[in-house]
């Protein structure tokens, strides 16, 4: 299992490292979002695997973003409906800085979709800049060093979308 496990961390690390290379582009591909698509459904099943069950409602929430299915119809209910999700499995889960970080990195990634769903997409890639590093380090924690360190290298990929993103006031839908 840990040879499956180790596998699937090498394949969405890449996955992961991809799209985010395609969004944080200054002409961002609409393909990006099926590469976040299976980046978070391989995501789920990591989270899973490592007991990071927070993490593991955000990946399939921002799974269902990707693939579509809230894409046109995205709300402010739906981020406050997974935060409250986020937040009830917070604290049914065992309480310890390793889960207050995992609870920060989810909260800085939803953020970071609301921002990317709503065309401010400077802004999504400054809240989700904190999040890599937190979970680089929840996951670190946990002995996935694979994808923490394709978190740390996601720090490059935020600066970067931060820098081509456009002004905020003249973004564009991507």
């Known amino acids: 299992m840990i040879l499956v496990i180790t596998i699937v961390q090498i394949i969405q690390s890449l996955i992961n490292l991809w799209w985010k290379f395609l969004l944080s582009s200054k002409n961002p591909q609409n393909s990006s979002w099926l590469y976040t698509a299976i980046d978070t459904g391989l995501f789920a099943i990591i989270s ?4 990071l069950y927070q993490l593991l409602a955000f990946e399939l929430f921002f799974m269902f973003v990707a693939i579509g299915l809230f894409s046109k119809k995205l709300h402010k209910l739906h981020y406050i409906t997974i935060g409250i999700i986020v937040g009830a499995i917070y604290l049914l889960n065992t309480i310890n800085p390793v889960t207050t970080l995992e ?9 970071a979709v609301y921002f990317w769903a709503n065309s401010k997409m400077r802004l999504g890639w400054i809240f989700i ?3 890599h590093l937190f979970l680089a380090y929840v996951l670190l924690s ?4 694979i ?10 990929f935020a600066v970067r979308g931060i820098v081509n993103s456009k002004s905020l006031k003249t973004e564009k839908k991507v």
């Open 48 to 51: 899973l695997y490592f007991g």
């Open 103 to 111: 609870l920060l990195a989810v909260l800085f990634f939803i953020l």
């Open 129 to 131: 800049l904190p999040g």
């Open 142 to 145: 946990k002995g996935a060093v």
């Open 147 to 156: 994808i923490a360190v394709a978190q740390i290298i996601s720090v490059i």
